[in-house]
């Protein structure tokens, strides 16, 4: 049913699916004028519907011929349609050399060792060699070395549009129009295109600036989402205390939120296309430089999408901004961009295509389990037991043509040349590998000796690097401690040189993951409702727990809306309801204690005493004196959950 409504809703558009249509066109294949005969050569992998197609045309008198590479009298090893015959080429034995099988770490290594063959060549590399690769996971790493060591190389699969400044750009903008929350529109507003934008829209905002607000925003005030975040109004704790990085990045926000809400109102094609125009006003591109060409390119793709769109949307119909852009870049992100091959360039290519490599020596990276042969695992729709009924590719399919065309790259070359294949033992982040299982397609006299030298030792400059700092930091000219205080010196006791990092050179550890209050800020919300609780003299004079209890939540609902908006994420709720809690146990001694006498005469007391030559600052909580006894007692307040007797 749900294919049928699916079919009837682009019939209604005057459009059809591309499956069907395909399916269509093989049952009944339409020829050029004048074809009378059709050659395959060296296809051993056809799929269903060509093979379709190509069976109606030879019924209607077109001659089909077949031509693959084989050993002479190996006619039965291939089926009618010159594909592999698993049952002849399972356990077919591969004219496999030890000495051309090359174990390596990971990725980074077989790149570099592929990079130190290609170097022994010198001038003549670019006519003696090819390379390929089974795993695309090795690319990367091969384009990495390669660079280094100053060979051209190419890449005819292309640069995935999806890897590109614009579709990034656009998939950040989409996170944000399907979900406005705070870290979706921090992430957008962290991009380059996003700042051109704001340049166009208000020229005082400056990116570094911007970042350090934004990050300022998320450490003091976990705003949930964008629209919490331009609400958020700001008061300074401290006289020292600076609001201008974050007043704008909610400045940034707010235009942002402007736009997003225009960008829905309008179609994609016009929204999108003027928030484009604004990002890119004045930018400058220029056709000699690779990245702005491919950029102008990935334009011209993108407005064709977007045209496309337009078309086959009804004039009529509800237009959703969201799901459409997530259209358009799912078909997008699937394209590639070309650019123009050198002359002289060492050719990155695929498994497949290494068929067609005439290069006499050929080197072959990735050769592990699970890329060759191409295994698929626990299909849920479609396994393996019927897979071969419905005509489609099995895994044994797959075995028997990779093991075929390891022979063809072989053979092919003869003792003019040769081939040789890179094995890694685990991926770059110590995923285990195992070679391909068509390397140990050999005589059973010879495997105990293949098996020793795939799982041989590596040579030490090939093993797991052991850990070093990244870099090394220096602190520069080293200040002058001026002044302790108690928190300090316990700090100086745990570890003089973080001591230094913290106390002295303001250095900090900062969690960009915050969901809710750490241990600190929860501590200071409390303090902060405590303090406003000694300065108020009519309450604090009060001993009614019910009187203190209700000033004591009035702070607090205060303080959290001042610090994270009138509608705060749910984790802060949660801690404020704890806080709440705490603080009626508070109201209740506090009413307690006032009761026996306890007046509070001061609080945050700041303090400042020479010790030994060291001054030593801090601050008191609270200074209370009994107006009975004129006893005097200081309190330093705790908020960890398990309390501790003073010392």
Same mark, same amino acid.
């Given at each position: 049913?749900?294919?049928?409504?699916?079919?009837?809703?682009?019939?209604?558009?005057?459009?059809?699916?591309?499956?069907?249509?395909?399916?269509?066109?093989?049952?009944?294949?339409?020829?050029?004028?004048?074809?009378?005969?059709?050659?395959?050569?060296?296809?051993?992998?056809?799929?269903?519907?060509?093979?379709?197609?190509?069976?109606?045309?030879?019924?209607?008198?077109?001659?089909?011929?077949?031509?693959?590479?084989?050993?002479?009298?190996?006619?039965?090893?291939?089926?009618?349609?010159?594909?592999?015959?698993?049952?002849?080429?399972?356990?077919? /034995?591969?004219?496999?050399?030890?000495?051309?099988?090359?174990?390596?770490?990971?990725?980074?290594?077989?790149?570099?060792?592929?990079?130190?063959?290609?170097?022994?060549?010198?001038?003549?590399?670019?006519?003696?060699?090819?390379?390929?690769?089974?795993?695309?996971?090795?690319?990367?790493?091969?384009?990495?070395?390669?660079?280094?060591?100053?060979?051209?190389?190419?890449?005819?699969?292309?640069?995935?549009?999806?890897?590109?400044?614009?579709?990034?750009?656009?998939?950040?903008?989409?996170?944000?129009?399907?979900?406005?929350?705070?870290?979706?529109?921090?992430?957008?507003?962290?991009?380059?295109?996003?700042?051109?934008?704001?340049?166009?829209?208000?020229?005082?905002?400056?990116?570094?600036?911007?970042?350090?607000?934004?990050?300022?925003?998320?450490?003091?005030?976990?705003?949930?989402?964008?629209?919490?975040?331009?609400?958020?109004?700001?008061?300074?704790?401290?006289?020292?205390?600076?609001?201008?990085?974050?007043?704008?990045?909610?400045?940034?926000?707010?235009?942002?939120?402007?736009?997003?809400?225009?960008?829905?109102?309008?179609?994609?094609?016009?929204?999108?296309?003027?928030?484009?125009?604004?990002?890119?006003?004045?930018?400058?591109?220029?056709?000699?430089?690779?990245?702005?060409?491919?950029?102008?390119?990935?334009?011209?793709?993108?407005?064709?999408?977007?045209?496309?769109?337009?078309?086959?949307?009804?004039?009529?119909?509800?237009?959703?901004?969201?799901?459409?852009?997530?259209?358009?870049?799912?078909?997008?992100?699937?394209?590639?961009?070309?650019?123009?091959?050198?002359?002289?360039?060492?050719?990155?290519?695929?498994?497949?295509?290494?068929?067609?490599?005439?290069?006499?020596?050929?080197?072959?990276?990735?050769?592990?389990?699970?890329?060759?042969?191409?295994?698929?695992?626990?299909?849920?729709?479609?396994?393996?037991?019927?897979?071969?009924?419905?005509?489609?590719?099995?895994?044994?399919?797959?075995?028997?043509?990779?093991?075929?065309?390891?022979?063809?790259?072989?053979?092919?070359?003869?003792?003019?040349?040769?081939?040789?294949?890179?094995?890694?033992?685990?991926?770059?982040?110590?995923?285990?590998?195992?070679?391909?299982?068509?390397?140990?397609?050999?005589?059973?006299?010879?495997?105990?000796?293949?098996?020793?030298?795939?799982?041989?030792?590596?040579?030490?400059?090939?093993?797991?690097?052991?850990?070093?700092?990244?870099?090394?930091?220096?602190?520069?000219?080293?200040?002058?401690?001026?002044?302790?205080?108690?928190?300090?010196?316990?700090?100086?006791?745990?570890?003089?040189?973080?001591?230094?990092?913290?106390?002295?050179?303001?250095?900090?550890?900062?969690?960009?993951?915050?969901? /809710?209050?750490?241990?600190?800020?929860?501590?200071?919300?409390?303090?902060?409702?405590?303090?406003?609780?000694?300065?108020?003299?009519?309450?604090?004079?009060?001993?009614?727990?019910?009187?203190?209890?209700?000033?004591?939540?009035?702070?607090?609902?205060?303080?959290?809306?001042?610090?994270?908006?009138?509608?705060?994420?749910?984790?802060?709720?949660?801690?404020?309801?704890?806080?709440?809690?705490?603080?009626?146990?508070?109201?209740?001694?506090?009413?307690?204690?006032?009761?026996?006498?306890?007046?509070?005469?001061?609080?945050?007391?700041?303090?400042?005493?020479?010790?030994?030559?060291?001054?030593?600052?801090?601050?008191?909580?609270?200074?209370?004196?009994?107006?009975?006894?004129?006893?005097?007692?200081?309190?330093?307040?705790?908020?960890?959950?398990?309390?501790?007797?003073?010392?």
């Amino acid at each position: 049913k749900l294919e049928s409504v699916y079919r009837a809703s682009l019939a209604e558009v005057g459009l059809r699916d591309a499956h069907d249509a395909k399916r269509e066109a093989a049952a009944k294949p339409v020829l050029p004028d004048g074809i009378r005969r059709i050659v395959l050569l060296g296809i051993t992998d056809l799929s269903p519907l060509v093979q379709t197609a190509l069976g109606q045309a030879a019924g209607q008198g077109v001659g089909v011929e077949l031509v693959v590479f084989g050993p002479d009298g190996g006619e039965a090893l291939f089926d009618d349609w010159g594909r592999p015959a698993p049952e002849h080429w399972a356990k077919r /034995e591969l004219p496999l050399a030890n000495d051309r099988l090359h174990p390596s770490l990971d990725e980074r290594s077989q790149a570099r060792d592929v990079a130190n063959w290609l170097k022994r060549y010198k001038k003549n590399v670019y006519q003696t060699v090819g390379v390929g690769t089974a795993d695309p996971n090795v690319v990367p790493h091969l384009e990495r070395a390669f660079r280094d060591a100053h060979i051209r190389q190419f890449d005819p699969t292309g640069q995935p549009i999806r890897r590109t400044s614009l579709h990034a750009f656009l998939q950040s903008l989409l996170a944000v129009l399907q979900s406005p929350t705070f870290a979706n529109a921090d992430a957008l507003l962290r991009l380059p295109d996003t700042w051109s934008w704001l340049k166009e829209q208000d020229e005082s905002i400056d990116p570094t600036a911007l970042q350090r607000g934004l990050d300022e925003l998320r450490l003091k005030h976990i705003p949930a989402d964008l629209a919490a975040a331009t609400r958020l109004e700001f008061v300074p704790q401290r006289e020292d205390e600076k609001i201008g990085y974050r007043i704008m990045a909610r400045s940034a926000l707010r235009l942002l939120q402007r736009a997003l809400e225009q960008l829905a109102r309008e179609p994609l094609s016009v929204g999108l296309t003027g928030f484009l125009q604004t990002a890119l006003a004045n930018r400058e591109f220029h056709s000699a430089d690779n990245s702005d060409e491919s950029y102008v390119e990935v334009v011209a793709k993108l407005n064709e999408r977007l045209a496309k769109l337009e078309a086959a949307v009804p004039a009529k119909a509800k237009r959703h901004a969201a799901q459409e852009l997530a259209l358009v870049l799912d078909d997008l992100g699937r394209g590639a961009l070309f650019p123009e091959r050198p002359a002289d360039t060492i050719d990155l290519q695929g498994w497949l295509e290494l068929a067609w490599e005439d290069a006499p020596h050929l080197i072959v990276a990735g050769a592990n389990e699970g890329v060759l042969p191409e295994t698929i695992h626990g299909d849920r729709f479609l396994p393996e037991s019927i897979r071969a009924p419905l005509g489609l590719r099995s895994n044994e399919d797959r075995f028997a043509r990779d093991a075929w065309l390891l022979e063809l790259l072989i053979r092919s070359r003869g003792d003019d040349g040769q081939v040789d294949f890179f094995v890694g033992r685990q991926r770059h982040n110590g995923d285990p590998l195992k070679p391909s299982r068509l390397l140990f397609r050999c005589p059973d006299s010879q495997l105990a000796e293949r098996v020793e030298h795939l799982f041989d030792d590596l040579t030490l400059g090939e093993q797991p690097p052991a850990w070093t700092a990244a870099w090394q930091l220096k602190t520069g000219s080293t200040k002058r401690v001026e002044h302790l205080s108690p928190t300090s010196i316990r700090a100086y006791l745990a570890c003089p040189y973080r001591f230094y990092l913290r106390h002295v050179q303001g250095m900090e550890s900062q969690d960009f993951e915050l969901r /809710e209050q750490d241990a600190r800020g929860f501590g200071s919300l409390v303090h902060r409702v405590m303090e406003a609780f000694g300065r108020d003299e009519a309450t604090r004079n009060s001993i009614s727990s019910d009187t203190i209890y209700k000033f004591l939540v009035a702070e607090l609902k205060q303080a959290v809306e001042e610090e994270f908006g009138s509608e705060p994420p749910l984790p802060l709720r949660v801690q404020q309801q704890i806080i709440e809690r705490r603080l009626h146990h508070v109201a209740i001694a506090q009413a307690q204690e006032r009761a026996a006498g306890w007046e509070i005469i001061d609080v945050e007391r700041k303090f400042e005493k020479t010790l030994d030559g060291m001054t030593i600052r801090g601050t008191i909580d609270r200074v209370e004196k009994n107006t009975e006894t004129g006893s005097v007692r200081v309190l330093d307040y705790k908020t960890s959950s398990k309390a501790k007797k003073p010392s």
